[in-house]
């Protein structure tokens, strides 16, 4: 199965622009706040330690999101063509599912108990949770790396993902791996680094 044939359906589209309408109304009705609290949206926002971190369009946890897409769009190719799950117009709905797994996502994100997790074992100390303005944009930049690794070969998606961890790091001391590492399993020797930046 070609890249192409993971190309998502009209219907699928329409299911994952579903997906987030109701990822929308769950963020609302878990009275997350629209905006940055600040009262204005920023395209960019480089203080992951401030009240604004996670508040606006984008972030140092922005590439997390872009590698996601990446991630999603590998796990669809196996389910899909590695596996032939569904057969082959299956495959058409692995973006639909790439965008339920970063809707869950940032619905989990969002509970207090990631909140308070994020809070007492990673880098963010001041992490309140996100926007919904920056939920939904993560959705986009979800979608974004999704459409990178439909479209680029391999190599090049597993070198930009490369690439953004190693910026991320360096710049913040933090990234989508040492995110999942301090949230599951706390190293001692990653929170003496990160308390260093």
């Not at 987030?20 to 009275?31: G, H, Q």
């Not at 190693?166 to 399993?185: E, F, G, H, K, P």
Request: glycine share 8%; with cysteine; aromatic share 12%.
């Amino acid at each position: 199965m070609t890249a192409k044939s993971l190309n998502p359906h009209r219907a699928a589209i329409v299911a994952a622009l579903v997906l987030s309408l109701v990822t929308l109304a769950i963020l609302f009705a878990m009275d997350r706040p629209p905006i940055c609290e600040c009262g204005y949206v920023s395209l960019w926002y480089g203080d992951i330690n401030s009240s604004g971190n996670s508040q606006h369009l984008s972030d140092w946890y922005t590439p997390s999101h872009i590698i996601h897409g990446m991630l999603f769009y590998g796990l669809g190719w196996l389910l899909f063509s590695k596996f032939g799950l569904g057969g082959k117009a299956a495959g058409k709905w692995s973006f639909t599912l790439a965008v339920a797994l970063e809707a869950a996502w940032e619905i989990i994100e969002n509970t207090p108990m990631i909140i308070d997790r994020y809070r007492s074992v990673t880098v963010n100390w001041g992490y309140s949770g996100d926007s919904i303005i920056n939920s939904m944009a993560d959705l986009g930049w979800m979608s974004l790396g999704f459409w990178l690794a439909l479209k680029l070969p391999v190599k090049v998606t597993v070198a930009l993902a490369v690439i953004m961890e190693i910026v991320v790091a360096l710049v913040v001391r933090d990234n989508l791996t040492l995110n999942v590492i301090m949230l599951i399993w706390p190293l001692e020797a990653i929170r003496e680094w990160q308390a260093l930046g």
